[in-house]
């Protein structure tokens, strides 16, 4: 029983996450932000390809993830190559500049009217202001009283 | 009545409390440490304070749990006893086996994600955040329990950790803040593989996947991101494919659930599992040098279970070694190339419409196609210096 539920527990965690990505991979629009969900799916795959390795007591599941792992790196190195060439090309990572690639027939995509962004959404990182410097005390800087 | 509380009586007691390691006093100084670090949340009001302290607050609790034997016999017993309570009385109510909880938890899920997702409101993006978090939990409550409360904890937390950063990862504004919540979720990927005593392949997974794939991909969003929040990151594809997409991965993840747990009973329906020692020599395949013989992979506690791993690498799948080792060359070698055709193919500032594989012959073309390998390069790099 108890490796009975760890399957089943394993194997919805493995669901979870290809369905997590497969939705990210629809949804957004950023190239790289769909690249991440593809590479979502795959860590889900990786996980039931575990489960079922554990379950049925064969290496081959574990094995069959160490060559997803390899070829996973293969395909971010070759996906990151080509979408930075496609930025180049115009300047944007979104997928609506190539939309002219989809087929005969279907119509285009075009955005709405897009709200502004409000102040509260907006958060940069925060740094102390560097070049200021604290005021000394002139007597201080005459007679030391501690080294 | 008497039914229910003769089907309750009759799950209490199947579980008993792991023993944990350690003394009780370290357990409650590592509870303090968390309740404390939920407090300072709390009331310093850091960024998505109230999650991260509800958090944080009941993490504390469980791990406070765990140093005394008599609240954990008494939470596990009384969780099981609810859960199983839930679901006899849906099961009793609906007069037909709606599998509850796993079926509300990830309806909670699928809409709590709909509400998180890009184009809303910070109130709604939170709501919909807690929402998914208790549809996660539902849902994990609803399957078989594994054996003993630690192991049961542990993979809680684990699984929260992966499923709700993969959450956040998809759900987030910025690129930037996706990448990071996805090597999040690829910590919580590798703890799940050492839960399962995959240890190679979870430190493989925080090495090469965390550790080299993210960080080639923060590289990538450093030289290509926008300024500020872009817009498409914050409409995607406008609002109707956002539930559509929501709920067709719900109703996919709905089936894939219930094709294995077989509705409110939870019993499997799995094939009994093959005999545990797998024998190299069965099937004719040369036995590897120096690979210890039939350790099973669940066996954790043998000293040679990793080593059997290579062993089964470098014996039986020799060539498909061999062969990823030529596909990673491969894909180096084409990565470089497609980055120096692309270079290559740019059009250049004046020079737009004239063709760039002819060797430079006229005058015209000295800055920046003087000789087809160096100038083009120093007129691109004129052009990323400009821009």
Wanted: proline fraction near 6%; hydrophobic fraction near 50%; include cysteine.
């Amino acid at each position: 029983m108890n490796e009975i539920a760890l399957l089943q527990n394993y194997l919805f965690i493995g669901a979870a996450l290809f369905v997590l990505g497969m939705i990210g991979f629809i949804v957004r629009r950023n190239m790289i932000v769909m690249f991440l969900c593809a590479e979502m799916m795959l860590q889900g795959v990786s996980i039931s390809l575990v489960a079922w390795g554990r379950y049925h007591q064969d290496w081959g599941g574990q094995m069959l993830v160490i060559f997803i792992i390899t070829v996973a790196a293969c395909e971010a190195a070759i996906a990151l190559a080509l979408i930075l060439m496609l930025y180049q090309q115009n300047h944007s990572l979104d997928m609506v500049v190539w939309q002219d690639l989809r087929e005969e027939g279907q119509t285009g995509y075009a955005d709405r009217a897009v709200p502004e962004e409000r102040d509260e959404d907006r958060v940069w990182p925060t740094l102390t202001p560097a070049g200021v410097e604290p005021e000394q005390d002139e007597q201080e800087k005459l007679h030391r009283s501690r080294v | 009545m008497i039914r229910i509380g003769y089907l309750l009586a009759q799950e209490v007691g199947t579980t008993e409390a792991a023993e944990v390691p350690g003394p009780v006093w370290g357990w409650l100084l590592l509870a303090a440490a968390i309740l404390g670090a939920a407090l300072y949340v709390w009331t310093r009001r850091l960024r998505g304070s109230w999650i991260l302290a509800v958090g944080l607050g009941l993490i504390g609790v469980a791990v406070l749990t765990l140093a005394f034997p008599s609240a954990r016999q008494t939470i596990w017993t009384g969780t099981q006893s609810f859960s199983g309570l839930l679901r006899r009385t849906m099961t009793f109510a609906l007069r037909h086996p709606f599998p509850f909880p796993i079926g509300w938890g990830i309806l909670a899920g699928a809409i709590g994600l709909i509400l998180a997702m890009p184009r809303t409101t910070k109130r709604r993006q939170q709501l919909g955040t807690a929402l998914s978090l208790l549809g996660l939990l539902a849902t994990l409550a609803g399957f078989n329990p594994l054996g003993g409360f630690t192991p049961q904890v542990v993979f809680w937390f684990l699984a929260v950790l992966t499923l709700g950063s993969a959450a956040a990862a998809i759900a987030m504004r910025s690129p930037v803040y996706t990448a990071i919540w996805f090597a999040i979720s690829l910590l919580g990927t590798a703890g799940l593989f050492l839960y399962q005593g995959a240890e190679f392949l979870g430190v493989a997974t925080v090495v090469v996947y965390a550790g080299a794939i993210v960080v080639t991909f923060l590289f990538v969003l450093m030289l290509a991101q926008p300024e500020g929040h872009a817009t498409y990151d914050r409409i995607s594809w406008g609002s109707l494919p956002k539930p559509i997409a929501v709920l067709t991965g719900a109703w996919l993840l709905a089936t894939l659930t219930f094709l294995f747990t077989d509705g409110a009973e939870a019993t499997p329906w799995l094939p009994a599992p093959a005999h545990p020692l797998p024998v190299l020599a069965a099937d004719g395949d040369p036995e590897p040098v120096g690979a210890p013989v039939g350790v099973p992979v669940g066996d954790l506690h043998h000293p040679s279970h990793m080593a059997h791993l290579g062993g089964q690498l470098f014996g039986r799948h020799l060539i498909s070694v061999e062969l990823a080792g030529t596909l990673l060359l491969i894909a180096l070698v084409g990565a470089v190339a497609i980055v120096i055709q692309g270079k290559r193919d740019l059009p250049a500032a004046g020079t737009a419409t004239e063709p760039r594989d002819v060797p430079g012959t006229g005058a015209n073309r000295v800055t920046t196609s003087g000789a087809p390998g160096d100038g083009t390069m120093e007129g691109d790099q004129e052009e990323a210096g400009r821009e």
